[in-house]
């Protein structure tokens, strides 16, 4: 049963790296902060494989903040009802991780879209930003948690994202 399952990892994995886009994706991820993070992520999305220049793994990146993004607010609705001495704290990510969704990913992702890095750089940096406002208040409260690690990955996603972002001005 695990000879399937392996065979087809390797498929997808070759799949990920045609040649040209090997390079394309490493010349990417060496101008972030976090080269493993970087490949490991692009290297997740089956869009990578099509993945012609540098905006578009950019866009890559700002998809999977997206993603983390939504698993904070996912979590911060979660936690509310079990948990009501976080009320006020919970209550501050909420705002912010809804200003990611509503304007720090739409402005990169229109930016990059656009070729005006410069915007998606500034959606990126405040995406971080947020992350880590959230993760100051709820760290007032709890010292470790779900949504404190869901607030780390956002801000290194963020973070390598701005990285690829940064190499396009």
Same mark, same amino acid.
């Given at each position: 049963m695990k000879f399937p399952l392996i065979l087809l990892t390797i498929l997808q994995l070759h799949s990920i790296t045609q040649p040209g886009n090997e390079n394309l994706i490493e010349k990417a991820c060496t101008s972030t902060p976090n080269y493993a993070l970087c490949i490991s992520?692009? *290297? !997740?999305?089956?869009?990578?494989?099509? *993945? !012609?220049?540098?905006?578009?793994?950019?866009?890559?990146?700002?998809e999977a903040v997206k993603g983390k993004a939504e698993e904070a607010l996912s979590t911060i609705k979660e936690m509310k009802p079990t948990s009501p001495e976080y009320r006020a704290a919970l209550e501050d990510c909420r705002d912010a991780y809804e200003t990611v969704m509503m304007a720090d990913v739409p402005e990169a992702v229109t930016a990059l879209t656009r070729g005006v890095p410069k915007f998606a750089e500034f959606g990126m940096k405040d995406t971080a930003w947020e992350a880590e406002i959230c993760d100051r208040r709820i760290g007032m409260v709890a010292e470790k948690g779900t949504l404190r690690d869901v607030n780390k990955c956002v801000q290194e996603l963020a973070t390598v994202a701005c990285g690829i972002i940064r190499s396009l001005l």
């Open positions: 992520t692009v *290297a !997740a999305d089956p869009q990578s494989a099509a *993945a !012609a220049n540098m905006e578009e793994i950019g866009l890559i990146l700002v």
